[in-house]
């Protein structure tokens, strides 16, 4: 027999935290967060790494309504953030509500009793209102390499770290140079005999200002909580200013470039090597990454820059892109997550029956991320558009949180038996994206990168203001979204002629 739930939320990390508090400040308390892991946490769960660590500011990557003032780095490491998430979730009182080692299969939506049926590992359930809180950096991607299911040595995706297996003395193929490539080559470095570092295309690297956070602060901060507050409205200035390159005027983002090209000259002599480390494309138009340790790691005497991408996996060897073989021990794929193709949208059927993945045909579209037509009583946080590539993705979680709580209380308070956004307002939010992300960095920056989609659309990032999303979605527009009354056969209550979310 299933169990039931008036709201299903799957994922337990920042997102599902974040709806959980909203919904028990309201009041309400008839909910489920359902977590395949051991525990809360989501992506800073299941990411390990050696010198995994967020790359956005401490104070700015947190809670507003729960600053922590006892983090011990400006950029706070993995270990940090999850034991932060495990604390709020009992601060919150949302550990009743937890169910891990839960891993959802399949979900669909009845027309008929007007509930959401949702299959895990561990049995069915059925909700009036499902939401996603898995996030775009949960699945793991490998590329599409011939060989790959031949190697005999080890395998290991940087979001999936085995720490039993030992790398010291190792040869060892590591594949990308995004975010998690480059903070894990510099620690790992040291341990292995030869470590090859293949790269398709150079990133961007710029000066990371990363310190330690003294005893003394953390002292002020938790004598005085303004101190922090304060400390946190800088950094989201400092950050929010970046807009101006990235989507307004994306030729100011060459004074950041110049930035970072002195960074690569102060770091790097070799000007072969240089060469090889230099972008062809304009700042910004890829995720921008900071580091000190980088461009150190690839100059020491045991690590070799492959400029090349991977083209062949062999038994107990790689090959790049010219012919060229080394043999390895084992193979890291830095490759990143699964973002633009949702793996959610390929278990989530909708009013159709179609899945939502069928809907979107390759092109991820949702209204302020959050909700799409023909899939009724369904949200989820960080959708399409609703990314960033300069600020604190915990803003637009928080944003989010308020938009899905206010719609769950306008199906709650007006009796109605199901919510789904607007066709047309939906069609509508989102030629308005489209329009302002055609003069952004990352439409005239000259780069391929994974913020795009199957049929080439940036279906990640939101051009604008931060605060312009968080004032659209916090404040709720009662036209944005059709209510429809129970349906005769599954006896709900009738509907109410007007809905107040506030």
Same mark, same amino acid.
């Given at each position: 027999?299933?169990?039931?739930?008036?709201?299903?939320?799957?994922?337990?990390?920042?997102?599902?935290?974040?709806?959980?508090?909203?919904?028990?400040?309201?009041?309400?308390?008839?909910?489920?967060?359902?977590?395949?892991?051991?525990?809360?946490?989501?992506?800073?769960?299941?990411?390990?790494?050696?010198?995994?660590?967020?790359?956005?500011?401490?104070?700015?990557?947190?809670?507003?309504?729960?600053?922590?003032?006892?983090?011990?780095?400006? +950029?706070?490491?993995?270990?940090?953030?999850?034991?932060?998430?495990?604390?709020?979730?009992?601060?919150?009182?949302?550990?009743?509500?937890?169910?891990?080692?839960?891993?959802?299969?399949?979900?669909?939506?009845?027309?008929?009793?007007?509930?959401?049926?949702?299959?895990?590992?561990?049995?069915?359930?059925?909700?009036?209102?499902?939401?996603?809180?898995?996030?775009?950096?949960?699945?793991?991607?490998?590329?599409?390499?011939?060989?790959?299911?031949?190697?005999?040595?080890?395998?290991?995706?940087?979001?999936?770290?085995?720490?039993?297996?030992?790398?010291?003395?190792?040869?060892?193929?590591?594949?990308?140079?995004?975010?998690?490539?480059?903070?894990?080559?510099?620690?790992?470095?040291?341990?292995?005999?030869?470590?090859?570092?293949?790269?398709? =295309?150079?990133?961007?690297?710029?000066?990371?200002?990363?310190?330690?956070?003294?005893?003394?602060?953390?002292?002020?901060?938790?004598?005085?909580?303004?101190?922090?507050?304060?400390?946190?409205?800088?950094? +989201?200035?400092?950050?929010?200013?970046?807009?101006?390159?990235?989507?307004?005027?994306?030729?100011?983002?060459?004074?950041?470039?110049?930035?970072?090209?002195?960074?690569?000259?102060?770091?790097?002599?070799?000007?072969?090597?240089?060469?090889?480390?230099?972008?062809?494309?304009?700042?910004?138009?890829?995720?921008?990454?900071?580091?000190?340790?980088?461009?150190?790691?690839?100059?020491?005497?045991?690590?070799?820059?492959?400029?090349?991408?991977?083209?062949?996996?062999?038994?107990? =060897?790689?090959?790049?892109?010219?012919?060229?073989?080394?043999?390895?021990?084992?193979?890291?794929?830095?490759?990143?997550?699964?973002?633009?193709?949702?793996?959610?949208?390929?278990?989530?059927?909708?009013?159709?029956?179609?899945?939502?993945?069928?809907?979107?045909?390759?092109?991820?579209? &949702?209204?302020?991320?959050?909700?799409?037509?023909?899939?009724?009583?369904?949200?989820?946080?960080?959708?399409?558009?609703?990314?960033?590539?300069?600020?604190?993705?915990?803003?637009?979680?928080?944003?989010?949180?308020?938009?899905?709580?206010?719609?769950?209380?306008?199906?709650?308070?007006?009796?109605? &038996?199901?919510?789904?956004?607007?066709?047309?307002?939906?069609?509508?939010?989102?030629?308005?994206?489209?329009?302002?992300?055609?003069?952004?960095?990352?439409?005239?920056?000259?780069?391929? =990168?994974?913020?795009?989609?199957?049929?080439?659309?940036? &279906?990640?990032?939101?051009?604008?203001?931060?605060?312009?999303?968080?004032?659209?979605?916090?404040?709720?527009?009662?036209?944005?979204?059709?209510?429809?009354?129970?349906?005769?056969?599954?006896?709900?209550?009738?509907?109410?002629?007007?809905?107040?979310?506030?």
């Amino acid at each position: 027999m299933a169990q039931h739930t008036q709201v299903l939320i799957v994922g337990s990390g920042f997102s599902g935290i974040a709806l959980g508090r909203a919904l028990r400040k309201s009041k309400f308390t008839d909910f489920r967060i359902l977590e395949r892991g051991s525990d809360a946490g989501g992506v800073w769960q299941s990411n390990t790494y050696p010198g995994c660590r967020c790359d956005v500011p401490s104070h700015l990557y947190s809670f507003s309504f729960a600053p922590n003032p006892d983090w011990t780095s400006t +950029y706070s490491p993995q270990p940090e953030i999850q034991d932060y998430l495990r604390r709020c979730l009992d601060r919150f009182g949302l550990r009743p509500h937890l169910r891990t080692g839960v891993e959802v299969e399949e979900a669909h939506w009845d027309e008929d009793d007007q509930l959401w049926h949702v299959t895990t590992n561990t049995g069915p359930w059925t909700a009036q209102v499902l939401v996603s809180a898995v996030g775009p950096l949960t699945e793991p991607k490998l590329p599409d390499v011939p060989g790959i299911d031949r190697f005999q040595g080890k395998i290991m995706h940087s979001a999936q770290w085995d720490h039993d297996h030992d790398l010291t003395g190792e040869r060892v193929a590591s594949i990308g140079t995004g975010a998690s490539a480059i903070q894990y080559v510099p620690e790992i470095a040291d341990r292995t005999g030869t470590l090859f570092v293949f790269q398709r =295309s150079a990133p961007w690297i710029t000066p990371h200002d990363k310190r330690p956070i003294t005893d003394t602060e953390r002292a002020r901060f938790r004598a005085r909580p303004l101190r922090q507050k304060i400390e946190r409205g800088k950094v +989201y200035v400092s950050k929010e200013l970046l807009v101006l390159g990235f989507a307004k005027h994306p030729h100011l983002m060459g004074l950041l470039q110049n930035v970072a090209r002195k960074h690569l000259e102060r770091q790097v002599k070799d000007r072969a090597l240089r060469r090889s480390l230099t972008p062809d494309f304009t700042l910004g138009c890829k995720r921008i990454v900071p580091s000190n340790t980088w461009y150190p790691a690839l100059q020491k005497p045991n690590v070799e820059l492959v400029p090349r991408a991977l083209r062949e996996i062999r038994e107990h =060897s790689v090959i790049d892109s010219a012919g060229v073989e080394r043999e390895v021990d084992t193979i890291v794929f830095g490759t990143g997550f699964h973002v633009t193709d949702i793996p959610f949208a390929d278990k989530v059927r909708g009013r159709t029956g179609k899945l939502l993945s069928t809907v979107w045909a390759g092109s991820p579209r &949702a209204y302020l991320g959050v909700s799409v037509p023909l899939f009724p009583n369904f949200f989820m946080f960080l959708g399409p558009n609703s990314g960033l590539g300069h600020s604190s993705m915990v803003y637009m979680i928080e944003a989010q949180a308020e938009h899905v709580r206010k719609a769950i209380r306008a199906l709650d308070i007006s009796g109605s &038996a199901t919510i789904e956004v607007d066709r047309r307002i939906h069609d509508l939010y989102n030629a308005e994206l489209d329009r302002k992300l055609a003069t952004t960095v990352w439409e005239t920056g000259g780069c391929r =990168s994974f913020y795009r989609d199957a049929n080439g659309r940036n &279906a990640t990032l939101y051009p604008d203001w931060t605060f312009a999303f968080r004032r659209q979605a916090t404040r709720w527009k009662p036209d944005a979204y059709r209510l429809a009354p129970p349906s005769p056969s599954a006896g709900r209550r009738p509907q109410a002629t007007t809905a107040d979310a506030s």
